[in-house]
């Protein structure tokens, strides 16, 4: 089993950051795979970045060049640096981690006002 954490979110002005932290606890071995997804009322989850141990990252068209998402292997952490936000950025983002199985975390709110 895996367990995640995740710390940041909060409600910040358009135009503003914000860094999410996931930290991920239990069989770490066993993940290849970490990142965020994103679910805005009424809608879909959405996948919006994935840092893939061994060093590639990925990200949805929508946040790129915008979010980073990074990693501390120290700390079994895994970061999202969130720059020049959007309020359609707004939602819920869920860290998860996929190993033997794909792990989630309880996810935090992300409000952008205008």
């Known amino acids: 089993q895996v367990q995640l954490v995740e710390s940041g979110g909060g409600l910040v002005q358009a135009g503003g950051s914000l860094r999410l932290s996931c930290a991920a606890s239990?069989?770490?071995?066993?993940?290849?795979?970490m990142g965020w997804h994103r679910q805005a009322p009424g809608n879909q989850r959405e996948l919006v970045a994935t840092?893939?141990?061994?060093?590639?990252?990925n990200y949805a068209d929508s946040v790129k060049g915008r979010f980073t998402i990074s990693r501390d292997n120290a700390k079994n952490t895994v970061y999202l640096q969130m720059d020049s936000l959007k309020p359609e950025d707004t939602g819920v983002y869920y860290c998860?981690?996929?190993?033997?199985?794909?792990?989630w975390g309880q996810g935090t709110q992300v409000t952008v006002s205008s």
């Open positions: 840092f893939i141990f061994g060093g590639n990252t």
């Open positions: 239990g069989s770490i071995f066993s993940i290849n795979a």
């Open positions: 998860y981690a996929v190993g033997r199985a794909i792990y």
